[in-house]
């Protein structure tokens, strides 16, 4: 093995899709891939070997029976635009092609990607020794040979094989239909750090009658039969997120998690939604639907407005230009110029919420007390929190 050495430390963002047989990949995944990935689309036709490379929005040039090992990018380093669209070419290996899911410390910089630094850097080391070279890292790799017309998975243990087609991350997988009500709508405060990214099916009312209390916060009680047919909104997500809602729920502690059918868009679908058995719902009204609540901190922070439900804030800026049209202007996250020109980020934007300590994201207070971080998945006491 060459004795260049690579750094060790690194994230996951971005996804590969690799289908190889002639059936047509869903529409609902293709779409969730360049949603959630918004920053380019590169496709190696398994058919010809032949690379092209697109915007994250054009995602329905793989709603085709061709094969094809597909990347899309989540930008956390580099600049977003063609010159960093994956695969990327290998130095001199000009047969040899990489894409990669994952983010690698310490390499690249605010003008190039780190995948597209490792490519050149494995264009200097023999072909046998990338599968020891790439192990060193928690990272998905996939290498084309254009020449041969092969590919090779690097660690497969990481990936995730459905139906035939392999995923770098199963994210994309949007396989759970679940219906909120309360402060997951969109618009309220738990929206964009746990739903900001899912497919909206539409809005819908429950096929059935149940109580819905408001007591500061919505409470849907198990009581079939009573109350309205509440109005809620339908949403179609993948495990981690599905996951990360019953632990904001308290499921099955505080809200139990339960399958229920709702009218929504002219159908009957079964979907997931949180009930509460602990609040007194006999006497108290019941809602047809829960708006916001309103208040006025005593200290308004700049660059803010008063925010719905549990006393969060909303972050308005100035919108930014970009040719990303899944990214939200109102998410604090980077946002960038499709094309090869400077990035730039929106932190000039106060944030005034607690913090994580790990990476510095917004948390989020649930109903025990404790903080969590959407981003990192970490969960925090009052004591541990970054305050503003």
Request: positive net charge; proline residues 5%; glycine residues 8%.
């Amino acid at each position: 093995m060459s004795s260049r050495t690579l750094p060790t430390n690194q994230t996951h963002m971005c996804v590969i899709i690799i289908k190889r047989d002639n059936r047509k990949l869903s529409k609902d995944i293709i779409e969730s891939a360049g949603r959630v990935n918004p920053d380019g689309l590169g496709v190696v036709w398994l058919d010809t070997y032949e690379v092209t490379y697109h915007k994250s929005k054009d995602y329905m040039v793989l709603n085709t029976k061709r094969p094809f090992a597909a990347h899309f990018r989540y930008a956390t380093v580099g600049k977003v635009g063609r010159s960093n669209t994956h695969p990327f070419q290998c130095g001199n290996k000009s047969d040899e092609y990489l894409m990669m899911n994952g983010t690698i410390q310490g390499l690249g910089d605010k003008d190039n990607c780190d995948t597209k630094v490792l490519a050149n850097m494995l264009g200097e080391l023999p072909r046998n020794d990338w599968k020891d070279s790439l192990s060193k890292f928690q990272c998905r790799f996939l290498s084309i040979n254009v020449r041969n017309k092969s590919m090779q998975i690097f660690n497969k243990n990481l990936w995730t094989k459905v139906d035939g087609v392999w995923y770098s991350k199963p994210d994309v997988i949007e396989d759970n239909i679940i219906a909120v009500y309360g402060t997951l709508k969109k618009g309220y405060g738990n929206h964009n750090y746990y739903l900001g990214d899912a497919k909206m099916v539409g809005k819908g009312k429950t096929k059935d009658r149940y109580p819905l209390v408001v007591d500061g916060l919505p409470y849907l009680v198990d009581d079939k039969g009573k109350g309205h047919n509440v109005e809620v909104e339908v949403y179609k997500v993948n495990d981690k997120t599905l996951a990360s809602i019953d632990r904001l729920e308290g499921h099955p502690t505080w809200y139990k998690r339960k399958q229920v059918h709702v009218n929504v868009n002219g159908k009957t679908m079964l979907c997931w939604i949180y009930l509460n058995n602990g609040v007194n719902h006999i006497g108290k009204e019941w809602h047809k639907t829960y708006k916001k609540h309103y208040y006025t901190p005593q200290v308004k922070p700049k660059y803010t407005q008063p925010d719905l439900g549990w006393g969060a804030y909303k972050w308005y800026g100035t919108p930014t230009p970009s040719d990303s049209p899944f990214r939200s202007n109102d998410t604090p996250k980077q946002t960038y110029y499709f094309e090869d020109t400077e990035m730039y980020d929106d932190m000039s934007i106060k944030n005034e919420k607690p913090m994580c300590v790990n990476c510095f994201h917004d948390l989020e207070h649930d109903l025990f007390n404790n903080y969590h971080c959407a981003s990192c998945d970490g969960w925090f006491s009052e004591s541990e929190i970054l305050k503003p």
